[in-house]
C-alpha cells in the first residue's frame, strides 16, 4: 500500500465508524476534524458549510470554538471562499502571503502559517471546504492533500444526508449562477427555450465510505469488463459511427478503457476505503485538477473523452445506466450531448424537446438532417458548455443567431419571447399557405418537393402539401440500423413511402453510404484509410463495386413499387458510363423479376444527382439519357470552392450566392431546358429562401427542400416577378457585383419580401 492509501485508509476507517453513528451531524462534523487533525498531524482542520450564500465554520479543531457558526466568508471571499469558487485545491506554506487572505480575529488564526484546504463537491460544485492549519510554515505533501481530497467526498454524503446545505445554491461562480451566452454553429435554425437535460445524465453518488472493500473491489472489476465490452461492440456496430463520432475519439476511448494506469489509481482509491462509486469520483476529481492546471486545447479534448468515459463507469458500476430519453421528459427540454446519433434523437418525445446544443457536430451530421425535418433547432460546436451549465438550468437557445444563454436574465427572457412571438405568427402564416399553390405573382407554378429519408419524415407530404419527395435519403435506413438492412426491410419501408404519397412522386436515391456516412457494419478493406473521404470510396462508387448490395437494394425499390411509377436516382455520378452501369444492373434485375412473373414498376424513371462538377461537362452526352437530374448543391459547391463542407471554418467563407456557383448552376438548368429534362434541386440551398429566389432568378423551377422550409420558400415564391428577377439575375450575373448576396437582399427588401 502507498503512503497516501494508508493514510487516507486510516482516516476512512475510523470515519466509518462515524458516518454510521446515530450522532446528530454536528456531532459528527465535530468527530471528522478531530480525527483529521489528529492523523494529519495538524493543529487545526475546519469544515466550512455553505448556508445561505456564504460559508459558514461549522467545526473546527484547534480555532476559537466561539467562531463556530460566526465566521462566515463570501464565495471568493478569503482562501476558503477561493477554495470554493474556483473548486480547487490551496497548498500554502505562509497563508499571509496570498492575496486572497482575509484576517478573521475571532478564530484566532493569526499563529497559523501554513494552510491547505480542498473543496468539498456535490454534483461537480463546492458546497464547502475542509481545510487544515500548522503554526510553522510548510507546504503539505502530496499524501496529506489526497487524504483531504478523500476525507472531502466523505463529508459530501455526509452533508447531503443530513440536508445540511441547500444543494440549489452550492458554490458557483457568477459564470455559474448568472447568464451567460455561449456561441455555436447554427446547425438547424430556429428559436427555442426549455430547461437542460443532459443526454447522458451524471450519476449522483449515494454512499462513499465502503463496507466490504473487496466487495467494492470485484464491483469495479465488472464495471470495466462491461465498458471495455461496450466500447468494442461500439466498434463493430452502428450506434457508433452513426453519430459522427470519429474514429480518433474511439481510439482515445479504447485507449483510456484499457489504460491500466486508470484503473490502478481507482484500485487504490477502492483500497484507501472509498466504493466503487466515489473512487471512481474520486480519481476524476484529480485529474480534472490536474488538467486544470495545462493550458492545452489537445489534452482538454482528450479530458473530455476521459470524463465521458469515467461518467460511463459510473453509470454502470451503480446502475443507472439509459439516457435521458428513457427516463422520459417531464418538461420542455433542450438537450445537451457531446455528439449523438440520429437514432438516439429519434428516441425522444418530441412534443417536449425542443433544441439540441451539442459540443460537436457538423452541419452534414446526419443528426443534424434528422433533426432539421423534424423541425428542431441545433446549436453546435459550443465550447465550455459543460463548466458553465447545471442540469436543469434554464436555457434559451437562438440557432438564428449561433447563441445559447443560460439562465437568462429576466429582460433577455422577455424580449426573446416576443421574436418567439413573432417566429410562431411567421409560422402560423406559413401553415395557412398550405392551401395555396407555391406560384409567382406572375403565374409560374413552381414545383415543391420535400427531401426525406425517414419513415418519421412522411407525415410531413400532408402537412406540407409538398407535390411530391424529390429525394428519399435511402441510406438513412442504412445509418439508423445496427446491421445491413434486409431486402424484405428495405421493401417494406420503399412500400410504406410509396403508399404515404400515393399520386405524388417519389425520388429513390441509391445508397450515399461512405464519406462522412460511414456504416461500421460495412467493413472497408484493410489499407482503405481515405484521406479524403468525401472524395472518396463513396455512394454510386460503392454500390458499383459492392454489386450485391445495389441489387438487393435495386429488387427492393423495384417490388415496392409494383404497378407504380418508381423514380430512381444515382448519387455522386462522376462520369456517364457510370450512370449506364447503374441503370444496367437494375434493368438486370427488372428483367429477372420478369422472368419470375412478378407484378412489375408501371414505369421506371431514372436521373442522377449532380454534384461532381465534372459531369456538368458532359451533360450534352448525358441528359439523353435521363429522365431527371437532381443538382445537390451541398457537395457541388463544396467540390466547386474546394472547401470542406464540414469544415467550421470555411463554413461561411464561401457563399452559395456567389457568382461562381451561380453562373454554374444557370449553365446545368439551361442545359436541361434545351433537352427537355426535369432539373431540380435538393441540395440544403433550396431551403433558405434568399438562396430560392436566386435559383428562381437562374430560371429554375423545381425544388426538393427540407419540409420546414416549404412555408418560408412558398411565401417568397408567391411574392416573385420572375421576369423581373432574372433580368435583375443576369445583370448581375454578366459583371458580378462585389457583394451579390447584398444585392439580391435590397432587391428583395425594396420589393417588400420579407424572410426569416
Ligand atoms: C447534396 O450533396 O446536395 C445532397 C443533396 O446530398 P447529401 O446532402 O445527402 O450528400
Ligand atoms: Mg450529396
Known sequence: MTSAVAASRQILTRLHEVMASRERAQVKLNTVVEVVGESLHSEVCSIYLLREGELELFATRGLAQEAVHVTRLGIGEGLVGTIAGNVDTLNL???????DFSYRPETGEEKFHSFAGVPIVRRERAVGVLCVQHVEPRRYEEVEIEALQTVAMVLSELIANAALVDEDEAALGPAQTGPVTLKGQPLVKGLASGVAVYHQPRVTIEHTVAEDIEAERAR??????????????????????????????????????????????INEAISSGLTAEAAIER??????????????????????????????????????????????????????????????LLEYDKRRLKGVVLEEGSLTAHVVIVARAMGIPVLGRVRG?????????????DANQGAVTLRPAPATLEAFEARFARSRERQAQY????????????????????????????????????????????????????????????TRLYRDVLDAAGDKPVVFRTVDIGGDKVLPYLRHDEGDHEENPAMGWRA?????????LMKVQARALLEAAAGRTLNVMFPMVSEP??????RALFEGQLAWLKGQKKLLPARVRYGTMLEVPALAEMLDVLLPRLQFLSIGTNDLTQFLFAADRAHPKLAERYDWLSPAILRFLRRVIAAGAEHGVDVTVCGEMGGRALEALALLGLGLTRLSITPAAVGPVKAMIRQVRLEELQAAMAGWLAQPPADLRGQLTAWAAERGFAFD
Open 431 to 490: 401553415a395557412a399557405l398550405r392551401e395555396v399553390e407555391p406560384t409567382t405573382a406572375c403565374g409560374k407554378r413552381i414545383t415543391l418537393l420535400i427531401n426525406a429519408g425517414l419513415r418519421e419524415d412522411l407525415p410531413h407530404l400532408a402537412q406540407t402539401a409538398a407535390d411530391g419527395i424529390g429525394l428519399f435519403r435511402t441510406e438513412f435506413q442504412f445509418l439508423v440500423s445496427a446491421t445491413l438492412p434486409s431486402r424484405e426491410r428495405q
Open 283 to 344: 480519481v476524476q476529481q484529480r485529474t480534472r485538477m490536474r488538467m486544470r492546471q495545462i493550458d492545452d486545447p489537445l489534452l482538454a479534448d482528450r479530458m473530455h473523452d476521459l470524463e465521458d468515459l469515467s461518467n460511463r463507469l459510473l453509470r454502470i458500476v451503480s446502475g443507472q445506466l439509459g439516457t435521458a430519453a428513457a427516463k422520459g421528459l417531464r418538461q420542455d427540454a433542450i438537450l445537451i450531448a457531446r455528439n449523438l446519433g440520429p437514432a438516439e
Open 540 to 548: 454510386l462508387r460503392v454500390g458499383l463495386e459492392r454489386e450485391g
Open 220 to 265: 469495479v472489476y465488472l464495471a470495466f469488463d462491461k465498458m471495455r465490452e461496450q466500447i468494442d461492440r461500439m466498434a463493430a456496430q452502428a450506434e457508433f459511427g452513426v453519430g459522427g463520432e470519429h474514429e480518433e475519439v474511439l481510439a482515445t476511448y479504447k485507449m483510456f478503457a484499457y489504460d491500466e494506469g486508470w484503473s490502478r489509481r
Open 577 to 582: 458510363w457510370e450512370f449506364d452501369q447503374a
Open 385 to 397: 458548455l459543460r463548466g458553465a451549465l447545471r442540469e436543469g438550468d434554464p436555457l434559451l437557445l
Open 93 to 99: 506554506a505562509e497563508a499571509t502571503a496570498h492575496p
